[in-house]
């Protein structure tokens, strides 16, 4: 049986309809992400990660957002364009979304709901943000660009990890493979 974050109604970056439903069984790690952030290099280990596990049941899934500091202000097409183009994005991205704040999607809030604490790897990146006068409302918010949730093949959400843990840390694959030996 689909968990509530499966059935979720999404649509992908070509405009189809899509759900994580439609990746059922597979572990996922669904990544907000950003064209004009520091952290959008990261598209690099994310597309390894990608071609590394996605034989063995897994996929990254892209979720374009403009929350943080205006860093995505594409369309689709141009989103798109850009991460095949500069990066040889082959995982799949879906639609831009909010992932925090009143507009806040659905599958944020539940993602969000599902395991409300991040993994940080140390508190230089929370702390480099406040220094800049960024300072999240709740401290269960996405916090940045790049977050990372990893979702087991049940479809329950199985941990979090702060946007500065680069894809492919110990920290992010031992999470994934743990979850694919299940």
């Not at 604490?117 to 480099?128: A, H, I, L, Q, R």
């Not at 840390?169 to 999470?175: E, L």
Request: net charge negative.
């Amino acid at each position: 049986m689909a968990t509530d974050i499966q059935q979720i109604p999404l649509k992908t970056i070509g405009g189809a309809d899509a759900t994580l439903g439609d990746y059922a069984g597979k572990v996922l790690l669904a990544v907000n992400v950003a064209s004009k952030c520091g952290l959008t290099p990261q598209y690099t280990a994310l597309e390894a990660l990608y071609g590394r596990y996605k034989d063995k049941g897994f996929a990254v899934l892209g979720f374009p957002a403009n929350n943080f500091g205006a860093q995505e202000p594409g369309t689709e097409s141009e989103i798109q364009e850009f991460c095949t183009t500069n990066y040889g994005v082959d995982f799949p991205m879906f639609a831009k979304i909010s992932v925090k704040g009143d507009d806040q999607h659905p599958l944020y809030a539940k993602l969000v709901a599902a395991q409300p604490d991040k993994t940080f790897k140390d508190g230089s990146f929370k702390e480099k943000l406040a220094g800049y006068g960024i300072v999240p409302e709740k401290d269960t918010d996405v916090l940045w660009n790049f977050e990372k949730f990893l979702i087991a093949k049940d479809g329950t959400v199985a941990g979090r990890f702060a946007p500065d843990i680069a894809p492919d840390d110990p920290i992010i694959t031992n999470a994934i493979e743990a979850e694919l030996a299940k």
